[in-house]
């Protein structure tokens, strides 16, 4: 590509190739619909021409300058016209931004065939062709702002005459592009995880494209839009985007092809060094300090800082990644990522996720080609200097201590702790880990989740709960795992699960059999020929079968608050469908029963559902139905845990199954106490102080934790409530 001369006289014009123009329409067609505050224009004046002449401007045909009646050629100066431009209102002040003082009106710029908004203060913007700006606007030190006719500002979409070749897509979960995704300003969590799954129905992949396209216009010409009140300085290359009200962006290298999303009560601010290019950006985000981000979208009030890397990634509401690099990875809402070193590739996290330094997840590189993936639930936690291996999966809650894992895991049990035993070459499985062992880290992530989900409209219901429908189906999983391991180690004769299940609950239920001296080995959990050895695993059993029977009373408690015993066995109880246990799915951070999502995919496959609204509202349906399924799930919870028929549900029964839930609500208050205690009762903790006092004064004392009062609070309220 070479530079190209071309008539100065035709500068500012012929934006929209002639054989793309709209039947009967001019090149502006698309720029008059586009207009942000309705102004009424006129052409320049006589002695306004002379003043701005004086004023070391210059235009080649200033009759193609337009103004308003409150125009004020005295605030033009030493600036450049081409093309069609038109100046909204003006008037003699300034404005001010967080010390950034600047007289409204245009100087020392070049602006092209562009849309200057009201009161706008644009200074020493080099060039800035086919813009259109909102009212009090600020420009400050900008190298360049230009838009292509094609432009699609971050959707992956093709204009009229585009190369297929030229299609914006996000390969996510796999860095083969087997999984790849167009994606739209508008796209949730939700829509993605449901694209990248179902890769071999044709039919469902094809709807989601058509969708895609129909949202968008094909025609080309459309301008770059920065809306009101947004202030842009000290920046160097701004191309095809679109840009909300109130946005603060200072400093940055390039935005290219990118949407911003921000607006008074949500503004979204891009800070020094950043280059982001073929992006979406959700409404509230923060995004700072040399950050590289290519192909992606990052929803709603989430950040990047620090040099973080996010390329062909989706990270969703309410999360945060500082330094790393994260690659094809489809991320759920409340992920946190925070370290310089640690690496995210080829992944699906469902959210609520903390990866810690060193940690990573995990490359391709030790696999024989570039398609591995990793699926991990929610409440991932691999910890320091952890390195797994493709491919990967794990139950929720999964916590993994610091090692190089070098074949494949398939970690099937909830709230785990996973060790490598490097002296004994095996793998170590600790079930129900958090609840015996780190109850306070759990419970504070479980309340830190809810007040940091910064929505302003949450229609869509994120479950955050640790204790919720698919946690407690993989807690079912895990009993059963343990039975079958259980009944294996001690009866290796037998042949088949069912029976090893039956003589490993047998033998779990009889407290006169101790355990702990027997090894008891897991199968099918890595992809090598060593052992996995489970243990604590009474103690993990007995955990599981009273989270699972807590989860069912809380749910419970929560329905007799509003309803009646009368109401459960009209709604429940004499209904005649059975009370069943059912399958719930992660869909991105919503949980929706698979019945329902079944249907729902079949809606999309029948062509009930052409927009992505429509499937929105489905989303939202479906939250509001939720309390009802999620109560449902726990009535079959309770029957399944305790092997009964409906008819056992009496008012007795039922309120002997939430007084007990008081009791292990008051073990979970004090597995709280317990755990962070142990910070203030280590002494190797205490070494560094001078004394306990020094160290109150630092830490804060144990007895004032705000987390541990409220949840003592809360434990008291629940109690109350009983009596």
Same mark, same amino acid.
């Given at each position: 590509m070479t530079p190209k001369r071309k008539p100065l006289n035709t500068l500012g014009y012929g934006f929209i190739p002639e054989e793309y123009l709209p039947k009967g329409a001019d090149e502006y067609h698309f720029r008059d619909q586009q207009q942000l505050?309705?102004?009424?224009?006129?052409?320049? &004046?006589?002695?306004?021409?002379?003043?701005?002449?004086?004023?070391?401007?210059?235009? @080649?045909?200033?009759?193609?300058?337009w103004v308003t009646d409150r125009f004020l050629p005295d605030q033009v100066q030493q600036s450049t016209f081409y093309g069609r431009v038109r100046i909204g209102d003006m008037e003699e002040s300034f404005l001010d931004f967080r010390d950034l003082h600047l007289p409204i009106g245009i100087y020392n710029s070049v602006i092209v065939s562009?849309?200057?908004?009201?009161?706008?203060?644009?200074?020493?913007? &080099?060039?800035?062709? +086919?813009?259109?700006?909102?009212?009090?606007?600020?420009?400050?030190?900008?190298?360049?702002?230009?838009?292509?006719?094609?432009?699609?500002?971050?959707?992956g979409i093709l204009k009229d005459g585009d190369a297929e070749s030229s299609l914006i897509q996000l390969e996510l979960c796999n860095e083969n592009g087997g999984r790849a995704v167009l994606p739209f300003e508008g796209m949730q969590a939700s829509d993605v995880y449901l694209w990248t799954r179902q890769r071999h129905d044709r039919l469902l992949q094809s709807r989601f494209r058509e969708i895609t396209f129909r949202r968008f216009d094909s025609r080309r010409g459309y301008y770059s839009v920065v809306s009101h009140r947004t202030v842009i300085k000290n920046s160097h290359t701004i191309k095809d985007v679109k840009i909300g009200t109130d946005a603060y962006i200072k400093g940055v290298n390039k935005l290219k092809n990118v949407t911003v999303n921000s607006i008074a009560e949500a503004y979204t601010q891009i800070g020094e060094g950043c280059e982001l290019v073929n992006g979406i950006i959700g409404h509230g985000c923060r995004i700072f300090y040399g950050v590289k981000a290519v192909r992606f979208i990052l929803c709603?009030?989430?950040?990047?800082?620090?040099?973080?890397?996010?390329?062909?990634?989706?990270?969703?509401?309410?999360?945060?990644?500082?330094?790393c690099e994260v690659l094809n990875s489809l991320i759920f809402p409340a992920h946190e990522q925070h370290h310089n070193n640690s690496f995210l590739c080829a992944s699906l996290v469902m959210g609520q996720s903390n990866m810690a330094a060193g940690a990573t997840v995990g490359s391709n590189h030790n696999s024989r080609g570039a398609d591995g993936e990793i699926i991990a639930g929610r409440g991932f936690w691999p910890g320091l200097c952890v390195s797994l291996k493709h491919n990967s999966r794990f139950a929720s809650y999964t916590l993994i201590v610091k090692g190089d894992f070098l074949h494949e895991l398939d970690i099937r049990m909830p709230f785990t702790m996973v060790s490598h035993d490097v002296a004994n070459d095996r793998i170590v499985i600790l079930p129900a880990y958090w609840f015996l062992y780190n109850m306070y880290a759990l419970m504070r992530n479980n309340a830190k989740f809810i007040s940091r989900d910064r929505r302003s409209l949450k229609n869509q219901h994120f479950e955050y709960d640790v204790l919720a429908p698919d946690t407690v189906n993989e807690a079912f999983v895990a009993l059963r795992e343990i039975e079958i391991a259980v009944g294996k180690a001690y009866h290796p004769e037998m042949g088949g699960t069912a029976e090893w299940a039956a003589k490993g609950k047998a033998i779990l239920a009889d407290a006169s059999i101790d355990l702990r001296h027997k090894e008891?080995?897991?199968?099918?959990?890595?992809?090598?020929? &060593?052992?996995?050895?489970?243990?604590?695993?009474?103690?993990?059993?007995?955990?599981?079968? &009273?989270?699972?029977?807590?989860?069912?009373?809380?749910?419970?408690?929560?329905?007799?608050?509003t309803h009646s015993f009368a109401e459960l066995q009209t709604d429940y109880l004499n209904a005649d469908r059975p009370l069943a246990r059912a399958a719930f799915e992660n869909v991105g951070g919503q949980l929706i029963r698979k019945p329902d999502l079944d249907d729902l995919l079949n809606r999309i496959r029948l062509g009930e559902l052409t927009e992505w609204e429509a499937i929105?509202?489905?989303?939202?349906?479906?939250?509001?139905?939720? @309390?009802? +399924?999620?109560?449902?799930h726990a009535l079959a919870t309770l029957l399944e845990i305790n092997n009964l028929e409906k008819s056992a549900l009496t008012p007795a029964y039922l309120d002997g199954c939430v007084s007990e839930s008081v009791v292990t609500r008051q073990w979970i208050c004090r597995e709280i106490y317990k755990t962070r205690a142990k910070d203030y009762q280590n002494p190797f903790r205490l070494m560094v102080y001078e004394n306990e006092e020094e160290r109150d004064a630092v830490v804060g004392r144990l007895e004032d934790n705000s987390f541990i009062r409220q949840q003592e609070e809360a434990h008291k309220q629940y109690a109350e409530c009983m009596r």
């Open positions: 505050t309705a102004y009424a224009y006129r052409q320049l &004046r006589e002695d306004e021409i002379v003043i701005l002449n004086r004023n070391g401007n210059y235009a @080649p045909n200033w009759g193609e300058v562009s849309d200057v908004g009201g009161y706008n203060a644009i200074h020493n913007v &080099r060039y800035m062709a +086919h813009f259109i700006l909102g009212d009090e606007v600020m420009l400050f030190n900008i190298n360049e702002m230009e838009t292509s006719s094609n432009a699609k500002f971050g959707n709603a009030f989430s950040q990047l800082k620090y040099g973080a890397r996010l390329i062909n990634s989706f990270l969703a509401d309410n999360s945060t990644i500082s330094c008891i080995l897991l199968d099918n959990v890595e992809n090598s020929k &060593r052992k996995v050895v489970l243990i604590k695993v009474r103690e993990g059993y007995e955990t599981y079968r &009273r989270i699972i029977a807590y989860y069912a009373a809380t749910q419970l408690k929560e329905y007799f608050d929105h509202q489905q989303y939202h349906l479906l939250s509001s139905q939720y @309390p009802r +399924h999620k109560f449902e």
